[in-house]
């Protein structure tokens, strides 16, 4: 995973001043800010693609996971896309525009069981309908020297794959994390779903806290505890 992002500042550059234009333009249609957001994501997708092994069988599984997500949603304008790909850790991470990647290890973590997977979608979806991917990208340090040069040298590109995986992997704050939780327990309650397979998920990453190499991912997080807590509480409330 070092290495993951390492080609994504390649293309990505014009795009996202485009995008950060258009989410911070107040006169911008609506149209308009989520095909800047598109094309931001799928430049990312595209560059991520050459580094990640897909996982075809797992592939189909998901999207048909997918699928009741999708129709449940109100109003969605956003087409969203489900990858699964190969990491030795367990991940979950979207794209702007809906491009939402999730490890073959994450699904294996938790027993292939349809209900926590279906979590792990709906949570991802969360992020980029509320804004909170791109509100992290455009945040982002890297990003801002992008904008403002310009334009894209190697170096900069040198520069994001020394940042790595945290370009994505860093936390959005807690309280995203948290109203990500709540929205997907929303979803896949509507969905046709159990609510408590997100109970049964957090229970699953609970141990990869302490874990040494997840740890540093998972410090950033809101605790186990705590999420599951809240998921408790809200299905309580539905």
């Not at 258009?22 to 957001?37: F, I, K, N």
């Not at 609510?195 to 990453?205: E, K, N, R, S, W």
Request: aromatic residues 10%.
């Amino acid at each position: 995973m070092s290495s993951l992002f390492y080609n994504l500042g390649k293309q990505v550059g014009p795009k996202i001043r485009k995008a950060k234009w258009a989410y911070l333009a107040a006169t911008a249609p609506e149209a308009e800010v989520l095909q800047a957001e598109y094309a931001t994501g799928f430049d990312m997708a595209h560059q991520l693609r050459k580094q990640l092994s897909p996982c075809p069988d797992i592939n189909q599984w998901i999207n048909e996971i997918a699928d009741p997500l999708i129709h449940s949603l109100r109003k969605n304008p956003r087409t969203f896309s489900y990858e699964a790909v190969h990491t030795s850790d367990p991940q979950a991470f979207c794209l702007p525009g809906g491009f939402i990647f999730v490890s073959d290890s994450m699904v294996h973590r938790c027993d292939r069981d349809t209900d926590q997977v279906a979590f792990i979608l709906a949570h991802e979806m969360a992020h980029i309908i509320e804004g909170h991917v791109m509100e992290r990208m455009l945040g982002n340090a890297l990003v801002k020297t992008i904008m403002h040069c310009g334009h894209l040298h190697a170096a900069v590109a040198g520069s994001l794959g020394r940042l790595g995986p945290q370009f994505f992997e860093r936390a959005y704050s807690q309280e995203n994390e948290l109203r990500a939780d709540t929205f997907a327990v929303r979803l896949i309650k509507a969905a046709g779903y159990d609510p408590a397979g997100a109970i049964d998920l957090f229970l699953h990453l609970e141990p990869s806290q302490t874990d040494p190499f997840l740890g540093k991912y998972f410090s950033t997080h809101p605790s186990c505890k705590v999420r599951i807590k809240n998921i408790e509480d809200m299905i309580k409330d539905i």
